[in-house]
């Protein structure tokens, strides 16, 4: 007796859907970055920064939070955590982003194109600060001088007595 086409065909996507992808951020690479990236997490209020003006888009940028929170989320096939840039200049705004950490620093995505030429920003731990600069991104065609750099220093922001 042959087997039923039916039951080789559910055999088969069943087969198939056990050797797609696992979600990225159960592997084990994440529970690595996920202690790497402990140093970072929290929020951190801007005590000084750079603000920074385009000539080409005439804005000028004042980070004043970097929110950087431990929820896990799958992004293009890896995993990040999640994570907030706090600005109030150009506008008051709160942008959405991702972030991971590694020993050396964390990488902060998610700025949008329209606001500017940013790939996002780079910050690292120096002692109870997180010390950062905002990355450019040439790949959007806005020309910045070699050297132009909007760097911040934050400390974590102080809890509300209750």
Not at 124 to 133: E, P, T, W
Request: hydrophobic share 45%.
């Amino acid at each position: 007796m042959s087997p039923h086409p039916l039951g080789v065909s559910v055999t088969l996507l069943a087969a198939l859907a056990a050797c797609g992808p696992s979600n990225p951020c159960g592997s084990s690479e994440m529970h690595l970055r996920a202690r790497f990236s402990q140093p970072y997490i929290g929020h951190w209020v801007v005590a000084r920064g750079d603000t920074l003006t385009l000539p080409e888009l005439g804005d000028r940028f004042k980070l004043t939070d970097v929110i950087l929170d431990s929820v896990r989320v799958a992004v293009s096939g890896t995993c990040r955590f999640k994570g907030a840039l706090v600005f109030a200049v150009p506008r008051a705004e709160t942008l959405a982003v991702t972030w991971y950490g590694s020993p050396e620093q964390a990488l902060i995505y998610g700025w949008p194109v329209d606001l500017g030429p940013f790939a996002g920003v780079g910050a690292s731990r120096v002692g109870d600060s997180l010390v950062g600069a905002i990355l450019f991104d040439s790949q959007l065609g806005v020309q910045v001088r070699p050297g132009v750099t909007a760097r911040f220093v934050a400390g974590r922001a102080r809890r509300e007595a209750r």
